[in-house]
Each structure stands twice: as C-alpha cells, then as structure tokens.
C-alpha cells in the first residue's frame, strides 16, 4: 500500500511537472519584462528626484531617491523595487499631506544578472494612499556595473578623476533604486554635489554655462524609461557645434571633437524634416575616455559617445547619427522589454542610413550598409536560429548578450523593405505618424504590427502582406525576398583584393588614397584566408594597417592578423587592446586570438595587463569569454 501511494505520489508529481513546465511555456507573455522584479502592475513611478554626493575617494554616489509613485491596485501592500549592490539605509514614505512615516523593508533573492529585489512594506498610515512619495537613502557600491570610476591617469588629462555611468540594459539599478524596466517612464530632477573643479552632466536639461560650484542642478521635464537615466562628472569643458547642439569633452580633446562631430547640428536638422519635430531641446554629445564599453548611448539631450571615432576625416561618424535617431526611435517610442530591442536598434540602424544618405550621399550609405549585411551573415551562421527573429521568445539570460547584430542589420534590412514595397514617401509618412502616434510611449512588436497593418499592409495597393512581416518579426534567417545591399566601390576594392593577392597588381597599384575606410575594411576582410604571412607584412608595409588611425580599420586589420597569427604584428595588436576599450574594437580580437588554436594562453596575459583599463561590463564579458574558450588542437 505505501509503496502504490508512494508511486502514484511520485507519477502525479511527474506529471504535475510536465503541467507546470509546458504552463510556463504557454505562459509566456510577450509583454512582461523577465528582467525586472518590479510589481508595476500594482505601483507606478512617475517621477523620481535624486540628491547625491559623488565621492571619488570612497567610489561611491551616497544620497537620497525620492520616487512619486502611484498605487494603481488597492490591494496592493509591497512595493518591490530593483537593486543591485545598493547599502539602503533608510526608507520613508511621504504622505499627501506632508507628513512622512517610516516603512520596513527586505531585500529579496539575489539574482547574477538581475540583481536584487528590494520590498518596502507600505505601512498602515500609507494604506489609503494613492499618490505618495518613496523615500530612500542609500549608498552605490564601488563595484556598481554601471559605473566606472576612472583614476586620472586613465583619462586623456591625466589629472582629474572621472566618473560616468552606462544604465542600458538593466544597470540603473546599480546607481539607483527603482522600478528598472523601459515599462515604466519617469520625469526627473537631481542635485548633484562633486568636488568643486569638475563638472556634472546628466542625460537632462544640461547648461554649457553653469559656474563650477561642486553643486548641480538638473531637470529632465520629459517622462524616459530608466536605462536612458545618466550621469558622467569630470574635467569636461563644452564647445558649441551649432545653434542647438554642441560637445562636451576634456579640454585636450575638444578641438578634435569640435571637428569630428561638425555635421551634428545638420544632422539634426534633417533627422527633423524627416522624422518629425526633436522632441528633447538641446542635443548634445560627451566624448568620453577610451574605456566608454559602446560607440555610443543615446541618454537624451546629451549621448555618449566613443573617443574611437576620432578618426581625423569624420569617417566614423554614423555612431553619431545613430545615437541622434535614437531621439526618435527609442527615446521617443520605446521597447516595451529588451525582447523588442529591434524596435530601438534596427528602426535606428534604419534612420542612421537615412541620414547618413542625405547628408553624405548614396555611395558612403551603401558601403556601411554592404558591412553591416556582411557582419550580419556571419552572426546567422552562429546564432542558434530561434534567437534569429527579430522578436523572439526572451526571459532568461542577459540581456546585455542579446541579438548584437540581428536587432541591427536585419532590424534594419526590415525596414529597408518595407521602404522599398511601399515607396519613400509613403513609407516616411508612416513613419512619421508612428513617432506621433506613440510618441512618449513604450509598444511591444505586436503593437507596431498592428499599426503596420492598419497603416500600410492593408491598403488595397500593397504589395506585401501580414504574413510577410511576420516571418520577418518571427521567423529564423532572412527572407527569400530579402533586401540585398551592395556598393560599386566595395566591390571594386574586393577585386582588387583577389589581384593583389594573386599579384596581378603591385601593393603600390592598390588606389588607398581614393578609398574610404569602408573600402579598406572590406578590401581587408576580402583577402583569402590561404595568404601566406610574408604577403601580410608586404600589405602591412606598404599601406601601414599596424599603425592606422582609424579604429575600425585597426580592428578588421588586428582581427585577421589574429585569425592568420601574423606574429609581426602582435606587438601592434597589443598597443591596439590598451589603446581601447570599447567592446567591438577589442572584444573581437581576443577572441580571434583565442581561437587561433595557439594563443589562448597568450589573449590571457594581454588581457590581465590590459584589463585595469576597461570597463567593468567589458571587462566581465572578455573574462568569461577567455574563461570559456578552450585550448587549441
Ligand atoms: N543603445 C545602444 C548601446 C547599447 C545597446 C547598450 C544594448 C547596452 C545594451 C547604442 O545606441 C548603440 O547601438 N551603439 C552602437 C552604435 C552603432 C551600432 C552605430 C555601438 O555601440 O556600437
Ligand atoms: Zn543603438
């Protein structure tokens, strides 16, 4: 009898099992955000006020968040916030009527990628509440992952410290408590207090002019989503670049950025005669040290942007105008959860390519686009196909990891087609109606299908269906009838590549002077894999790889001569790995290194030498890369 219970027990909890198993995978909703703790169907932040200290000597920002929340189920007695390696000290409720009461709180289970729950018990006095403040005081730890706290001497004037912080994707948590989920949109103010030499900006209502007091004030009027929160404080000195936009730097890089970054403010002025008003007031960039982790972050009013691009010929600058598009698509209308980052990232990639035409012509475009369809391919040849949709199914793993080029360059081929079934006119004017339409908010992928479909794929005139977008949206690879980019020059320089190679042509003969970088790129990507070393140091020599001064170029080139161990060159590829941070220039050629199936060995003690200077995110995602990868045949 008890072995029969004992079985019947262990049957139905098996079965029980697989219910639970396939519910949760029914279960999933495309809508949630599997990244955040926060009860935002019970509260709602509407506005948050912060008021800290920023201490370099402690590496730490101490202070108080106020957070306006709304209780929008009454029943509701929790509110679970988002933390990551915050000290809380202590939380008060503020009540409608002035008065404020203490509230109890718990951490909850840590999590390694998404931190830790905080749960603030509302007290009996707050029960009736609608509308109350939240009340925290709270210290960040010197290891928050969004901030980087950089020693002078990693910074270009080698005297005063810097610090700035990356958010994207669910790092504000570790500078702020909060509701960390681009569900939420937030208005905010701070005051922030730093040593009295250095400025602080903040993705807000920043003034060129402010008197350097140690004391700042900031307001940013318009509701963002948390991981568009940023702050950087250091020796930053501004130069305008045009009537509304301008650049922030360290004063031994502002003239270079000046120049650099000339076309911003004509970048504005088209991204709005296509897309529809600028929304933000001023627009303005921070360059920052080599180790910003990205090419760009657009936090609004003020993106962050690489010091790689300063290339000296403005030839890098589609970051630029990629984080600018990021004003309307992604800052404006917003991903509802990372799962729909293609809408932030391919409709962006998409914009980019609209304003680098306008602006520097058909050919420039095409070459970008040609590289980025290239990259692309690679990626799909390596990404397991169900994360090859552009939306798939996402709830666990970081998503810091995510997509990379397929949210990107297939985001961006998407659109691109859509363009190309219903025309450029109509397409902008639907695009335009789409910022309006859901401008301030956040949508998920099937809210813009809808709009789609209501907008264009049902007109009696069209020539592509629902079921066309969504194989884009949901289905592995590209599409039969995918768009196929392609550029003249590109292709010249390929065959150029094969004629040199099998020396029809002398190194002197290859036309460098009339080439973009782009072309260089493609023309070094374009040279076969069974080229013998002695030929790289002839290519080397002749057209100086080792020692260019455009980052992308050094990191197509260092990439190959990691892939083929052209020796020669490593001491240069080193100088490359620490005269970088930013994770696409090096994250590639450690890992080329480490796959050669010779100098694994090697990539680790570069990157012990090198890893004090990178940020904390690249640095993290480099280790577990040269952790991971196994020793060579
Ligand atoms: N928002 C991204 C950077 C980002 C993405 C940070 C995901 C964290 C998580 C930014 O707009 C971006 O796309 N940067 C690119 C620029 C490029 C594609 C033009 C980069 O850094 O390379
Ligand atoms: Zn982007």
Redo the contacts with the bound molecule.
Sequence with gaps: MREKLSLTILVAMFLSACVEKTQHEDAYDPARDYFSFANTEQFVTQHLSLDLVVDFDARELRGRATLAMRKLDSAAKDIVLDTRDLDIGNVRILLPGGESVTADYQFGDSDRIKGTPLIVGLPEAAAAATDFGLQLEYRTSPTSTALQWLPPKLTAGGKHPMVFS?S??IHARSWVPLQDTPAVRITYGATIRTPPELLAVMSADNDPLAPRRGEYHFDMPQPIPSYLLAIAVGNIYFAPLGEQTGVYAEPELLEASVFEFADTQEMLDQAERIFGPYQWGRYDLLVLPPSFP?????NPRLSFI?PSLLAGDRSLV??VA??LA?SWS?NLVTNATWRD?WL??GM??YL?SRLMEVIYGEDRVDEERVLSYQELLLDLETVPPDMQALAPRLDVGD??DFQGTIH?SKGQLFLQYLENAFGRDEFDHFLSAYFDTFAFRTITTERFLDFLDEGLLQAESSTIGRADVEEWLFQPGLPEDAPRPSSRTLEDAKALAADWAARKIDTADIPVASWSPQAMVHFINSLPADLPNDRLAELDEGLGFSDTRNAEIGRTWFIQVAKRRFTPAYEKLERHLNRFG?G?LIFPVYLALAENGKDLELARAMFAKARATYHPLTDARIARALETARTGS
Excluded: F, K, L, W
């Design positions: 990356q994207q994707a990205y090419g760009g972050m657009e690489t589609s970051v990629h984080e990021h992604g980052g932030n990232e962006t990639s980019e998503p810091d990107y930013r696409r």
